[in-house]
């Protein structure tokens, strides 16, 4: 079962898309979008969680700026319009929505209390510096764009963490990529994995840069790495 629920903050509402699985009680993740919104490939993570056993929540992080983003990667307007939110996108109201998804989504009817994180480019970014400033019981970054320039963040982090890293990401260099690995590479509880060949955004489903391959195996390490956490 799918719907939409609305959050209030003191700046004003914005809605979740929440799929709940067959079986409660369960744990819930929370899905932080890329630049494109809570788009297709978005809603179809989140029922995949779900068919996974999960209560999957993806909050609209662009609702300050325009509500009910729903883009995909196929034309220059839509990147063009992407860029600019992601531009103007304000990191730290950003983290307030995240947190206050993330205790919305422990308290919904069918949820056990445990809540995972996990995003993409712009959402792998969000993931990491919320993972950081208000925790999760495990948390998963797929290619956070610009992660290498918040990685003195690195040291707050406390609980699991699973990073995603595509070796040749045209957004996230090598030396960025080199960079993310050395500052997490002391922290026990967190896995870095690279993957030859792949671009930016390689588990998209619908994506340009779309990898099969490379796609189900990242999200079979995603999947055992929830089950592991969260279940």
Do not use: W
């Given at each position: 079962m799918n719907q939409y629920i609305t959050l209030d903050t003191q700046d004003g509402s914005f809605q979740s898309y929440v799929?709940?699985?067959?079986?409660?009680p369960a744990p819930a993740i929370v899905v932080i979008q890329e630049i494109f919104g809570v788009n297709a490939d978005i809603r179809d993570t989140c029922h995949e969680l779900a068919s996974q056993g999960y209560i999957a929540v993806s909050p609209d992080l662009f609702w300050r700026m325009e509500p009910g983003v729903d883009m995909t990667d196929q034309s220059e307007a839509e990147w063009k319009k992407g860029f600019a939110?992601?531009?103007a996108f304000d990191y730290d109201a950003g983290v307030t929505d995240i947190a206050l998804t993330m205790e919305m989504a422990r308290s919904l009817p069918g949820a056990n209390g445990?809540?995972?994180?996990?995003?993409?480019?712009?959402?792998?970014?969000?993931?990491?510096?919320?993972?950081?400033?208000?925790g999760a019981d495990a948390s998963v970054v797929y290619y956070g764009g610009s992660m290498e320039k918040h990685l003195d963040e690195a040291t707050n982090i406390r609980?699991?963490?699973l990073v995603h890293l595509g070796e040749e990401d045209e957004y996230?260099?090598?030396?960025?990529?080199?960079?993310?690995?050395?500052?997490?590479?002391?922290?026990?509880?967190?896995?870095?994995?690279?993957?030859?060949?792949?671009?930016?955004?390689?588990?998209?489903?619908?994506?340009?840069?779309?990898?099969?391959?490379?796609a189900t195996l990242a999200n079979g390490r995603t999947a055992d790495f929830f089950k592991s956490h969260l279940k």
């Open positions: 799929v709940r699985p067959d079986d409660l939110l992601y531009t445990k809540v995972g994180l996990m995003g993409y480019c712009l959402g792998g970014l969000m993931t990491f510096i919320t993972t950081a400033h208000k609980n699991p963490l996230i260099s090598k030396e960025a990529q080199k960079d993310i690995i050395e500052a997490l590479k002391d922290n026990a509880s967190t896995q870095v994995f690279t993957y030859p060949g792949c671009k930016h955004a390689f588990t998209r489903h619908r994506g340009i840069n779309y990898d099969k391959d490379a």
